[in-house]
Nanobody, 126 residues
Framework: QVQLVESGGGLVQAGGSLRLSCAAS????????MAWFRQTPGKEREFVAA????????YYADSVKGRFTISRDNAANTGALQMSSLKPEDTAVYYC???????????????????WGQGTQVTVSS
């Protein structure tokens, strides 16, 4: 079992930045592909970004491309999501997710991820 713990959420004004972190309770974090999703009340969980095991490949939702950057530090067993130029529509609970499976082209699919964090709230005021 892998536990994921997100941190770094909060309240920020539109145009501002936040950095989310995801700490994994495993020393073999490098075998997991990870991603960030977000969810607002009454809506399905939405893909934000994903990163391969080594960090050599990254994927983004069109809505965040150019504003968000996903990264990971396998030595520290952590992942991160740097969010810039935030908009009110970015307001959501953000979740870190991980899978030991190769996600291929399925990186944006929630069902491929076995492990999820508890979520961290991000609120962007206008």
């Amino acid at each position: 079992q892998v536990q994921l713990v997100e941190s770094g959420g909060g309240l920020v004004q539109a145009g501002g930045s936040l950095r989310l972190s995801c700490a994994a309770s495993t020393r073999t974090f490098s075998i997991y592909q990870m991603a960030w999703f977000r969810q607002t009340p009454g809506k399905e969980r939405e893909f934000v970004a994903a990163i391969s095991r080594t960090g050599s490949s990254t994927y983004y939702a069109d809505s965040v491309k150019g504003r968000f950057t996903i990264s990971r530090d396998n030595a520290a067993n952590t992942g991160a999501l740097q969010m810039s130029s935030l908009k009110p529509e970015d307001t959501a609970v953000y979740y870190c997710a991980a899978t030991a499976s190769y996600f291929g082209s399925m990186y944006s699919t929630t069902t491929i991820y076995n492990y999820w964090g508890q979520g961290t709230q991000v609120t962007v005021s206008s």
